[in-house]
């Protein structure tokens, strides 16, 4: 689920996060960013797994006829089976009945993030954005994807290869060392040189026993950034996820206080992985491995 963004950490309303246990904290700039151990990071693969077997099912099951209630009822299911929480049903207080009302965030075309499920059945030709995130053996993998349905028109086909390769921009330049405007920027020049809009609201955040944590991760630089910029060290686990839109990338919520669209309709699409840094370079969390 991505972080709304802001000047002082991450704004997406949430439960007073528990302090991870972690092997310690960077300083500086990096100020209140956790650092995990081997261990921790190798749970947290696990997680990622499950992740992964999540959207495996919704792709199965992201068909013309089926609803996206349907795939996520499916889902809800198998998380529960694997013995994992997951993390968006009823986010941020976690109280039955209240906050999101769905076990994934499912958008669909010119929905960008944190769509609901509905009983609108699937088209052939819509895209369907699957963003997942569950914690298990009390630790979290969280990752998204973009699942093309049929003959999906090659205008859309391409942003959708397009922002999977922002996301492959971070995995191939994430390393120790540099600092996060350098990677955001050669993010954004991709998708900006293709014409895309890249989403300025909503940001990607540090993960670990809880999903949502320090740094804000956006996929873009700005004056902020620059003067908050992260310096990538080894033990950083980051949810880097690329929001690109057809258009522009203004974008409005929904009167329901979640969904959130492109404002000039056109289709949007969003991929996500859990990455580590590593003393070498970055590792996958959420690849399946």
């Known amino acids: 689920m991505a972080a709304k963004r802001g000047r002082r950490g991450l704004l997406a309303k949430r439960p007073k996060a528990k302090k991870p246990k972690a092997s310690g904290s960077t300083r500086g700039g990096n100020a209140g960013i956790q650092l995990k151990t081997r261990e921790q990071i190798e ?49 941020p207080t976690y109280v039955p009945g209240e906050g999101f009302p769905s076990n994934l965030c499912i958008s669909v075309n010119e929905v960008v993030v944190h769509g609901i499920a509905n009983d609108e059945p699937i088209r052939d030709g819509d895209i369907v954005g699957v963003d997942c995130g569950v914690r298990l053996d009390g630790w979290c993998g969280d990752a998204a994807t973009t699942i093309l349905v049929g003959d999906v028109a090659p205008a859309t086909r391409r942003l959708c290869e397009e922002t999977e390769h922002v996301l492959r921009i971070a995995v191939e330049n994430i390393k ?71 258009g522009t990338a203004d974008v409005q919520t929904l009167a329901d206080g979640w969904t959130v669209v492109t404002a000039d309709g056109l289709p949007a699409a969003h991929y996500e992985h859990t990455i580590a840094v590593t003393e070498t370079g970055c590792d996958v969390l959420t690849d399946g491995r």
């Open 43 to 91: 749970k947290m693969r696990v997680a990622g797994r499950l992740v992964v077997e999540v959207h495996d099912l919704c792709r199965e099951m992201a068909k013309p006829g089926n609803t996206t209630r349907m795939i996520d009822e499916a889902a809800g299911a198998l998380i529960a089976e694997r013995g994992a929480e997951g993390l968006f049903k009823h986010y």
């Open 176 to 246: 120790p060392g540099r600092r996060w405007s350098q990677v955001a920027r050669l993010m954004q020049g991709y998708a900006e040189a293709r014409g895309y809009g890249v989403v300025r609201d909503f940001v990607g955040h540090g993960i670990g026993d809880t999903m949502h944590q320090e740094p804000k991760v956006p996929n873009f630089v700005n004056r902020d950034l620059l003067r908050h910029d992260i310096d990538l060290r080894p033990g950083m686990v980051l949810a880097v996820e690329p929001m690109c839109n057809q």
